[in-house]
C-alpha cells in the first residue's frame, strides 16, 4: 500500500494525502470486483491490499446480539468427517452440527440479508436465517484462501473471513445443502455443479478452526441449535412440507378433517338421540 501511495502521488502532486488515499482505495476496489457500494465507505489505513479488499466485504461495526430463539452448531455429521478437523471439535459434546438441509426440515427458511457482499450481515431470527449473497465463481477459492491466509498471518487484522467460511462450511455437507441455498437466493452457482460448491467449502476449511469468541460461534450458531432442539419446530416444519406445499395434498387434508368431524358429530348426535329421545 505504501508503495501504490507513494506511485499516484507521484501521477497527482497537487492531490492533498487524504484525497490520494481516497483515491487508491477506489482504484483497488474497482480493480478487485468493482464494487462500487463500498467505494464510498471509510476503510481507514490499510496494511495491504488484501486487508482493503478484505474490509469492503465485511461491516464495520459487529453486529449486536438481538432477542431470538434460534439454533445451529455447524452442518455436517460427526460421521462425515471427511478427514477434515470439524469446527466443532472445539466445542462441548452436546453441541449438534446440522446442515441447511436439517436446518430447513426443522423449519428455519434461508433469505438475502439486507446488505449484499458484506459477509457480516448474517442473522437468526424468528425461525429465518439471513445470509449475504454471493457469487460463487472461478475466482472464490483463491480469493478466499488469501484473505483467511492473511487473517492468519497479521495479529490483530480479525478473523471474520475464516468465521464465515467455517459457518458455510458448516451448512454446506452435500449438493442438496446448496440447492437450498441457491434456491433461496442466497447463493449464485457460477462453476457448475452444485457438488462442486460443496466441496469447495469443505475444503476451505482443511484444518482450520473458527474462533469460539467471534459473532457467528457465539451468537448465530448458538440460537440456531436452541431452536433445532425444539422438536415442536420440526413436527410443524413436517406437517408445513407435507401437507401445505402441495394444493391436492392440503384439501386432501381438509377432506379428511372434514370427514373426521363429521362421524363425530354423527356418532354424538345417535348417542344423545338414544338418552334424550324426542317425546323427552
Known amino acids: 500500500m505504501l508503495l501504490l501511495k507513494t506511485l499516484l502521488s507521484v501521477v497527482l502532486p497537487t492531490e492533498p494525502k487524504e484525497a490520494i488515499e481516497k483515491k487508491l482505495h477506489t482504484i483497488i476496489l474497482n480493480f478487485c470486483k468493482g464494487y462500487a457500494i463500498h467505494n464510498k465507505r471509510e476503510m481507514g489505513p490499510c496494511l495491504h491490499v488484501l486487508d482493503l479488499y478484505r474490509k469492503s466485504l465485511l461491516t464495520l461495526n459487529q453486529p449486536v446480539a438481538v432477542d431470538a430463539p434460534s439454533a445451529i452448531k455447524n452442518s455436517g455429521d460427526h460421521s462425515k468427517a471427511k478427514g477434515r478437523m470439524l469446527p466443532c471439535a472445539t466445542r462441548g459434546g452436546e453441541d449438534i452440527v446440522r446442515s441447511a438441509m436439517n436446518l430447513h426440515e426443522s423449519g428455519i427458511k434461508f433469505e438475502k440479508s439486507t446488505e449484499t457482499c458484506n459477509l457480516n450481515d448474517i442473522w437468526f431470527k424468528g425461525h429465518t436465517l439471513r445470509l449475504p449473497v454471493v457469487v460463487i465463481d472461478d475466482t472464490t477459492e483463491s480469493t478466499l484462501l488469501n484473505l483467511m491466509a492473511f487473517e492468519r498471518f497479521h495479529v490483530g487484522a480479525g478473523n471474520e473471513i475464516t468465521s464465515y467460511v467455517c459457518f458455510m462450511d458448516n451448512i454446506i455437507d452435500s449438493s442438496e445443502d446448496v440447492q437450498i441455498l441457491r434456491s433461496s437466493g442466497v447463493l449464485h452457482n457460477a462453476i457448475g455443479s452444485d457438488k462442486a460448491v460443496a466441496k469447495l467449502f469443505n475444503e476451505l476449511t482443511k484444518d482450520v478452526t473458527p474462533d469460539p469468541e467471534s459473532w457467528l460461534e457465539k451468537e448465530v450458531q448458538k440460537r440456531l441449535d436452541e431452536y433445532c432442539r425444539n422438536k415442536w419446530h420440526e413436527w410443524r416444519a ?43
Do not use: E
Open 238 to 280: 413436517n406437517l408445513s412440507h407435507t401437507y401445505f406445499k402441495n394444493p391436492w395434498a392440503l384439501l386432501s387434508l381438509l377432506a379428511a378433517v372434514l370427514l373426521l368431524a363429521l362421524t363425530i358429530s354423527q356418532t354424538f348426535y345417535s348417542i344423545y338421540g338414544y338418552y334424550k329421545p324426542r317425546g323427552n
